[in-house]
């Protein structure tokens, strides 16, 4: 079992609808992970677990530039910066 939990990470109790306790999780990999949640509503008290996955990348972690490359990226003006970024998306497309 997993000690480090992110509490940031919120979830509902799929019976009552109330918020739920994230108590202990596993990291089946990278990418999944299983929640084992608890229902903060006592006359509820359900316990169960959620999985959690990585979905996709919505813009890019800096730590996957070359130092070197991300020094002239923060040289250039916003303008070019977006610029960039958009003609990176669109030839991913």
């Not at 997993?2 to 739920?20: E, F, I, P, Q």
């Not at 972690?61 to 669109?90: N, Y």
């Amino acid at each position: 079992m997993d000690s480090g939990l992110d509490m940031s990470v919120r979830t509902k109790c799929n019976r009552c609808n109330d918020l739920a306790t994230i108590q202990d999780s596993v990291e089946e990999s990278a990418d999944f992970k299983v929640l084992y949640c608890t229902c903060n509503n006592p006359e509820c008290g359900h316990t169960f677990a959620v999985h959690q996955t990585f979905s996709h990348t919505l813009s890019p972690s800096r730590l996957d530039f070359d130092p070197a490359m991300m020094e002239k990226i923060q040289r250039m003006s916003r303008v070019q910066q977006q610029e960039l970024f958009s003609a990176i998306s669109k030839s991913r497309d």
